[in-house]
């Protein structure tokens, strides 16, 4: 017996990387599942294996390779896909811990949990700006990349086979956030070198130069939602910052 089909709506969303909209469709209940566990999960290698399956299935481009997105565009694609498949808005429940006066004289935290509503699809994406370019000396630079499904994979596996301390897995990242490095004559593609060579790259950079990848990477975009609501109990005025994929999904 063939049961019936049930067709998905199609909907577009903007990414960083890219020019034209991207075409989705929201989560099917397996999908659902596989978020389940990727928000539940205490590995990270495990939750990004989730994560990109969950893309990979819901992404109708066959061109774009899942592997390489820009972390932002994740975000993007996972902001919206929670949007068109449970909802635009969500629900976050913070305690008030302004210090009120108690019934015996002294102090106590005021405790109202207070409920704010986040629409997901209003969710901006920051620090969209900031250059890749590095210039080095009049005839030498680099571009930059944005971290990726791939830079993080790289980056855990060279964890777990070298087992270094997080000095080296901080070259490491600098290393790998290479796109390209360029001289007057030629460019060369990181992708076509060794991390040994990338590795002794950045060590050999002017400290002023090193300090602007770390500078780069600590303002890789990301989706952030500031909210300013005041206490119904006690009146003070707080400021509730969702800031990443974990903060909108826990």
Do not use: W
Not at 40 to 68: G, P
Not at 74 to 88: H, W
Not at 100 to 114: K, N, R, S, Y
Not at 128 to 137: C, L, R, V, Y
């Amino acid at each position: 017996m063939k049961l019936p089909t049930i067709s998905t709506p199609i909907y577009e969303v903007k990414f960083l990387s890219r020019k034209e909209p991207v075409k989705f469709r929201p989560f099917l209940v397996r999908e659902q599942k596989l978020m389940m566990l990727a928000v539940e999960s205490n590995d990270i290698k495990e939750t990004i294996d989730l994560m990109k399956q969950i893309a990979k299935n819901c992404i109708l481009d066959q061109n774009i390779d899942v592997e390489e997105l820009p972390i932002a565009d994740l975000e993007i694609l996972f902001l919206n896909l929670r949007a068109r498949s449970m909802g635009e808005k969500m629900s976050v429940y913070y305690k008030c811990k302004n210090i009120v006066p108690a019934a015996d004289d002294g102090t106590e935290e005021c405790g109202m949990v207070i409920n704010v509503d986040v629409n997901l699809l209003e969710v901006p994406v920051i620090n969209t700006e900031f250059d890749k370019k590095i210039k080095i000396t009049d005839d030498v630079g680099m571009q930059l990349k944005y971290p990726s499904f791939n830079f993080i994979n790289d980056i855990l596996n060279q964890d777990n086979t070298n087992n270094p301390d997080a000095i080296d897995t901080e070259f490491k990242a600098a290393a790998m956030s290479i796109e390209f490095i360029y001289d007057k004559d030629n460019v060369y593609y990181a992708k076509d070198a060794t991390l040994d060579e990338l590795l002794e790259f950045v060590n050999n950079l002017p400290q002023e130069k090193y300090n602007l990848i770390g500078e780069f990477l600590n303002k890789t975009p990301t989706a952030s939602k500031t909210t300013h609501v005041n206490c119904p109990k006690c009146s003070f005025a707080h400021t509730f910052v969702l800031e990443g994929l974990n903060d909108f999904f826990t």
